[in-house]
Structures are given as C-alpha cells and as structure tokens.
C-alpha cells in the first residue's frame, strides 16, 4: 500500500504516460487553455517502444480514391473489423497535425511538395522534440514517476496517486480529468523496448469498471535475430526461412504465420532476406540502422547469409486490444477518463490486425490530439479539488489480503504469468483446451496475487505491475475463448475457418469475475473489403 503522499499536487488534466501519444494529449490539452501534469514512470520521452522504433506515420494524402484504397486494405487485413469513419479522422487528423510541425520547430517533417513526411532515424529527435513542445505548452512533468491507482470521490474521478522512484515518497495529482496513455503490454518477453509496457493504464481503468475490446488480438510474436531483443518485423516480409538442415518451411510472417510457429516448435529456424532486391538493399539499410547495426555485431549480411532466428511475444504492442473508446473524444465511459494510443483498442483503425508501425504512429497523434482536448474541456466543467476526501480504486498489488509472502513475491507471480502467457504453444497455436488450461493457471495466479502482492519502493512497483500483467493475461484469453474461429491474427486451431456470424468486436470487463460480451457497435469496414 503507498504510503501518506508527500505532496499533492493540483491541475485541471493529468495525463499518464510519456510517449507519442502522452505528449500529443499533453501539449494539446495545454494549448487549449488547461493547466497539466504528465506523469511518466520512465523519462518522458525516452523509454518505451516508440523511442526504438521508427517514427513513419499512415500517411495517405487527402485524395479520395487512395484513402478508400488504403482503409479498404486495413479492413482486409483485418478481418472485417475496422470503422471506415475512424479511420478517416486519424488520417485527415494525423496529417493536418505533421503538417504543422514545421511551424512549431520541428522543420524536418515535409517533403518538397510541402507533404508531411518522417525520414529515416528520426525517432529520438522526435520524441525529444515532443517533451520539449509539451514543456513550452506549458506542461509539468513527472519523470520516474509511475502512477500505480486512480482516486475517487463518490465515486467521481478525482486524480492519481504514485511513487517517485528516485525519492521513494509517494505522491497525489488531484485533476478534474485524466488521460490515460501507458501504452500496450508484452510481458516483460524481452521485446525491444517493452518492459516499461506492462498494461498499467488498462488495469487503472478497468478497476473504475471500462471494458476492453480486442484482446483476443494480442498474440503476435515478432521474429529477433538469436540472442538479441531486435524485433523489427517489417524486412521479415523479404525473406525465406529454413530449418537446420536447409530445407524450407513455407509461410510468411503476416499472412501465414502458422507454419512458422509450428516449426520453430521443433527445431531452430533461420531467415535470409533473398527476396529482397538488390538494388533496394542500400535503401533497406537506411531505413532501419539499428536492426542493421545488431547484424553487423553478429557478422552477417542478412541478404546473403542464413541468420538463426527466435520469436518474441509483443503482444498488445504489435497486437491491437485494449481499452474500449467509447465516442469520438476518446472517452472510456467513465465521467473524466480518457485514453490515447497504444492502451486503447485499435480495432477502430486495423481490426484484427497488427497496427504496429505506420498505423499506431497515427493513432498516437490523432487519439492524444482528441483526449488532451477533450480532457482539458471536461476539466473546465470540473475543476480539480485537493479538499476532497479520495479513495484509491487500486487493489491486487497494492491491498493484500494477507501479507505473509516477502515484498519480492512479485518475481515468482510473474513466471507463472509468463509461463502461461509467452509459449507459442499456448498463444499463438490456441485451442479451447489449451486456452481453458491456461486460465486456470492464470486463475490460481490471482488468487496468490489477491492474497500476497505487495511491497513497498520498486517493489511496490514491481507488484502493480504484476498485477496488471495478470490482468491482461486473463483478459486475452478469455476473449480468445470467446472468438470460436480464426480472423486475422487470432488462431484457432480447432476453428481454423473464419466464421462471417462473428464477424463483432469482443468485449471483456472486470478485474475478479470476467464478463463477456459482443459490442452493441457493429463494425463498419470500408465499402468493398471482401473484395480480392
């Protein structure tokens, strides 16, 4: 349980998170005439997958026929699930806010014909100019600062509370409307950049009752060289893959993984990118130096030589379920609590498909532009109040039942969470018994968790976050039982057909007792989807 909180703090919106789309929420917010505080459990700006990635946006330019083209291509890719509407605000917003950039001091963000566009490389200084636009919008930051419950008051939204990790003391930020924007979660499978991904935000707001959608959609595994963390999917797309003795294993790593995961069940897998053309191969290296730098320590050339390859879990990072919006502001449902990029559901935009990259950098903008002004207009109907008594919505993790378990127990919870969650085995080739078994591993996870996560400093942090690993675990899987078919990224090994009557977004809530759903909303694709 945190301790008194040293200092409370007051503002109208609190956002909580430090990447791409927590500062967009940020600086927005603050330019609409909204006092904030953004509170970040790593630097802001500098942990996170984004600041390992590149920084390319789904950018189309605003001629019709290449935008239906391009949301007609997502809504096939996945599974019927997107929302052609959605999908043309992000692009319509996502690129009237790159294209402002020059004017901000960011001048490297168009092309000669004035279109918006992001080179190779660009992801450090982008992030850090992104701190620095948020900080001259006038935004106070709170690095090292992970918030760990959300506060309440009659059961109104009344802020957070956290720890500083660098004093260990806790603190309070009393707001009249919070924005939640901690990312996804992988966890903690040694993807690049993930550990900080641990599903915070999700579990905060699922404790005050928000659904999630999607998470059957969250067992993707991206493919790293041997012995190294560099999950670069997208040049996978050029390569061959053989076993040990040479011979081949057919599939492809986004349309038909299957064949890949089985065989890397029974033996080391290697890639080479001989699809690849030759003359594109200058330009392949300039667009993504750190995976070229990784295979330049191992002494290889990817397009020439065979490179043994191991899967990584990125979950709902590569994946795509999370939180539930529930209107055009980004509203969770809860009076004052919104939610930008990654911790949110992307079905809206990609279905059941990977929005990783392209896709996920324009939700970054578009949803932070629309919850940072949405927040700081909810903020101006409720303002913040340090007088109120509050009460903290957090349990597992922070409330034990019992606390005969040593602070540390966080270490042992978490390998049953992963022992259930990474295999490919249990995830990706999924069957209803298999599922089924799972969970009641999860299940016996939780009520040790219920009874003995606790601790106190980074431990304290250590245990929230376990929690909400557990959480996220149990939500996957229970909407994976749900979805009887295989669409997209989700398999079923006993339903491998796609079924059209499922053609729903799936819905989950509840941190105890599970509840599942098919959204009221029904999906509506671009025109002419189904088409080859």
Not at 13 to 42: E, H, I
Not at 97 to 121: C, H, I, Q, T, W
Not at 503 to 514: A, D, F, K, S, Y
């Amino acid at each position: 349980m945190l301790d008194r909180p040293s200092r409370i703090l007051s503002t109208d919106v609190l956002v909580v998170g430090g990447g791409p789309a927590a500062t967009w929420a940020a600086a927005t917010a603050a330019r609409s005439g909204a006092r904030v505080v953004l509170a970040d459990k790593g630097y802001c700006g500098a942990s996170g997958v984004a600041a390992t990635a590149g920084v390319g946006h789904w950018l189309v330019p605003p001629e019709a026929a290449l935008r239906e083209d391009a949301m007609r291509a997502r809504a096939r890719a996945g599974g019927g699930l997107t929302d052609r509407g959605w999908q043309l605000r992000v692009l319509d917003e996502t690129w009237q806010r790159l294209s402002e950039l020059p004017a901000l001091g960011y001048p490297k963000s168009l092309d000669d014909r004035r279109r918006p566009v992001f080179r190779v490389g660009q992801a450090p200084e982008y992030l850090k100019f992104m701190r620095g636009y948020a900080q001259r919008a006038g935004v106070g930051i709170l690095d090292h600062s992970p918030v760990l419950e959300l506060l309440t008051h009659d059961g109104e939204l009344k802020g957070a509370r956290g720890l500083e990790l660098n004093s260990g003391a806790s603190y309070e930020v009393r707001a009249g409307a919070v924005v939640l924007a901690t990312g996804g979660c992988t966890w903690k499978s040694k993807s690049l950049g993930g550990n900080v991904n641990t599903g915070d935000g999700q579990l905060l707001a699922a404790e005050l009752g928000v659904a999630l959608s999607g998470m059957e959609f969250s067992g993707f595994y991206g493919i790293v060289p041997k012995g190294t963390t560099m999950d670069k999917n997208g040049y996978y797309g050029f390569a061959s893959f053989t076993r040990e003795d040479g011979s081949p294993v057919e599939g492809n790593m986004f349309v038909s993984r299957v064949p890949l995961l089985r065989a890397s069940l029974e033996g080391q897998l290697y890639a080479r990118f001989d699809r690849a053309p030759r003359e594109q191969w200058p330009t392949m290296r300039a667009a993504m130096p750190n995976f070229f730098m990784v295979m330049e320590k191992l002494r290889c050339d990817p397009f020439t030589e065979r490179f043994a390859i191991d899967f990584v879990l990125e979950g709902t990072v590569r994946g795509t379920g999370g939180l539930r919006l529930v209107d055009a502001t980004c509203s969770t449902g809860v009076p004052g609590l919104y939610a930008a990029g990654d911790v949110a559901s992307r079905e809206l935009l990609v279905g059941g498909a990977t929005g990783a990259g392209a896709p996920n950098a324009a939700w970054a903008v578009s949803s932070g532009v629309w919850a940072g002004r949405a927040a700081a207009e909810y903020a101006r109907r409720h303002p913040s109040d340090v007088s109120a008594t509050v009460a903290g919505s957090g349990r597992v993790g922070l409330r034990p039942t019992a606390k005969s378990a040593e602070p540390s127990a966080w270490r042992e919870l978490l390998r049953a969470i992963q022992a259930e969650i990474l295999p490919i085995e249990k995830n990706a080739l999924r069957t209803h018994d298999g599922l089924s078994r799972a969970l009641v591993g999860l299940e016996s996870a939780l009520s040790d968790a219920r009874a003995h996560l606790h601790g106190t400093g980074r431990d304290l942090v250590r245990a929230r976050e376990t929690a909400a690993m557990l959480a996220m675990a149990r939500w996957a899987y229970a909407s994976a039982l749900a979805r009887n078919e295989s669409r997209a990224m989700h398999t079923r090994l006993d339903f491998p057909a796609t079924d059209p009557e499922q053609q729903h977004r799936i819905l989950c809530r509840g941190t105890e007792q599970i509840e599942i759903s098919v959204d009221p909303r029904s999906p509506v694709p671009a025109e002419g989807w189904l088409a080859a």
